[in-house]
């Protein structure tokens, strides 16, 4: 069995879903305990991030059907006979299709293509049952048990090329009972486990605007209009339909202190009601040529993407020759 099931068929852009929130793609191999912990946790009306989809490289993992009652998109596609980098690039289309901003690794039972790990670099984390940098990789409470240890846990950490190796975000001690088994133990740190990762991953999304993300975000949107393109223009990333700009991505541009894009209106009376209706999101484009460019505030909490998507394509339109800004 394999396949996609739910909404995540239809294909998103990266503007769907409620504002402000991080999307985050949740890979798992089984049971999926720490996915479901996820899921609840994002049903909290203030947590800054959203389940777009659960994947699994095995079709049978449990957690897929918890995840399908909770109206959650899975993706369901085994590895096997296929070559790693291969699998890889299938199950990061289906996660990049979501419109997924963050990957979080949740008991995936897969060691990922250097590829997949450079494409979320930054973006992905994943949670792992011991005190790290104490033992990576498998049989983490026996070796903890073996060892002597009085004290045991689990980790999240960002993910990177090595195994088992990013930058750790967060840690929860648990401690280690006379009479303990591998089994009794992995069961407390189970309890722990579904307390951390929400926690971490919500402080992770939820810290100050991150420049990068939010232009990949802009990327996203403004690459899959037709006849776009990209290049650098006065020292920024600059977005062309047919070699007419039509969209800048600023960051702290000459000191500004804010992350924003520049779009085309259609002239000055739009960007006065614009910047008088809301003064916090629109501003006068400084370094700009006159001619309709304003100023987009992009490092706000609230923001409303699907609200960007359509200023983007309203700038786009002004951009695209007639023949083909018409077909849209
Ligand atoms: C958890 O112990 C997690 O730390 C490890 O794999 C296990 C997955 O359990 N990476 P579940 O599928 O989340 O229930």
New binding site residues.
Partial sequence: MSGVRGPIGAPRTMADGKAGRARVAVL?S??????AALVYAAKQADCPFEIVLVASNNPEAA?LQLAEAEGIPTFAHSHKGMKRADYDRLIDAAIRRAGATHVAL??YMRLLSPEFVEGWQGRML????SLLPRYKGLDTHQRALDAGDRVAG?SVHVVTAELDDGPVLGQTEVAILDGDTAQTL?DR??IA?HQLYGRVLAAFVGGPANPALLLERVRAIALALPVASEKMSHGVPAFAAAGKMFLYFRNNHHGDGMVSICVKTTGREEQEMLIDTDPDLYSWPSYIGPSGWIAMRLDRRDLDWDHVADRILTSWRHAAPRAISALL
């Fill in positions: 798992i089984g049971r999926g305990s720490n996915m957690g949740a008991g994943n949670i792992h049952p689990c992995a740190i189970l486990e």
